[in-house]
């Protein structure tokens, strides 16, 4: 089954701004390989990276959702993502030095909320593309790394930053893996 591209589909706006999502899932990557490659990583900046990490990716997002704003009906979902993720980044760079069951707070509220936006993008996307399920398992994956942070907030910042690494490493992937999937959707011939 395939759908027409044009309008204010969901998909048109992701697969016009694909690279942002590339870029971001990009970002993820790299935080988490940095984050593994440094164990002995002080708190401080952790709280720094992630901070970093939150507010370029919202930046990113929140651009792509203003550049689709006229003329594709779903860029409020984007935004939305965006300006949570520069708001967690703007709060957390702006004390860094909070304790460490503050930061999993952050991170675990940061984790649901977007994980939530995601879910219901990829049911958007859903009717817009067969088989669309990249965004929802981003979605999934933040979700799940919100609720164990919830469960188990006093763990130590080692294993902490190994839950984030492996968080952000998995997905940058699947963010990448979405970007292309919407760039070839968006290529595609509409039957």
Same mark, same amino acid.
């Given at each position: 089954?395939?759908?027409?591209?044009?309008? +204010?589909?969901? =998909?048109?706006?992701?697969?016009?701004?694909?690279?942002?999502?590339?870029?971001?899932?990009?970002?993820?990557?790299?935080?988490?390989?940095?984050?593994?490659?440094?164990?002995?990583?002080?708190?401080?900046?952790? *709280?720094?990276?992630?901070?970093?990490?939150? #507010?370029?990716?919202?930046?990113?997002?929140? =651009?792509?959702?203003?550049?689709?704003?006229?003329?594709?009906?779903? $860029? $409020?979902?984007?935004?939305?993502? +965006?300006?949570?993720?520069?708001?967690?980044? *703007? #709060?957390?760079?702006?004390?860094?030095?909070?304790?460490? @069951?503050?930061? *999993?707070?952050?991170?675990?509220? $940061?984790?649901?909320?977007?994980?939530?936006?995601?879910? =219901? %993008?990829?049911?958007?996307?859903? %009717? %817009?593309?067969?088989?669309?399920?990249?965004?929802?398992?981003?979605?999934?994956?933040? *979700?799940?790394?919100?609720?164990?942070?919830?469960?188990?907030?006093?763990?130590?910042?080692?294993?902490?930053? $190994?839950?984030?690494?492996?968080?952000?490493?998995?997905?940058?992937?699947? @963010?990448?893996?979405?970007?292309?999937?919407?760039?070839?959707?968006?290529?595609?011939?509409?039957?």
């Amino acid at each position: 089954m395939a759908t027409s591209l044009a309008g +204010g589909s969901l =998909v048109g706006l992701l697969g016009r701004y694909w690279w942002v999502l590339l870029l971001r899932g990009l970002l993820a990557i790299g935080f988490g390989i940095l984050a593994y490659l440094s164990p002995g990583i002080t708190l401080a900046t952790l *709280v720094i990276f992630f901070g970093a990490f939150a #507010l370029v990716s919202g930046a990113f997002q929140t =651009v792509a959702a203003i550049a689709g704003r006229r003329s594709h009906d779903h $860029w $409020w979902l984007l935004l939305l993502e +965006g300006l949570l993720g520069i708001a967690l980044g *703007v #709060l957390t760079l702006r004390a860094p030095g909070i304790t460490a @069951l503050v930061l *999993v707070l952050y991170i675990a509220a $940061w984790s649901l909320v977007t994980g939530a936006v995601q879910i =219901v %993008e990829a049911i958007r996307l859903r %009717e %817009e593309i067969e088989g669309e399920l990249w965004l929802a398992l981003s979605g999934l994956c933040s *979700v799940g790394l919100g609720i164990l942070l919830m469960i188990a907030p006093g763990a130590g910042a080692l294993a902490l930053l $190994w839950m984030i690494a492996a968080f952000a490493i998995v997905w940058g992937v699947l @963010l990448i893996l979405l970007g292309f999937r919407v760039r070839g959707a968006t290529r595609a011939p509409a039957h």
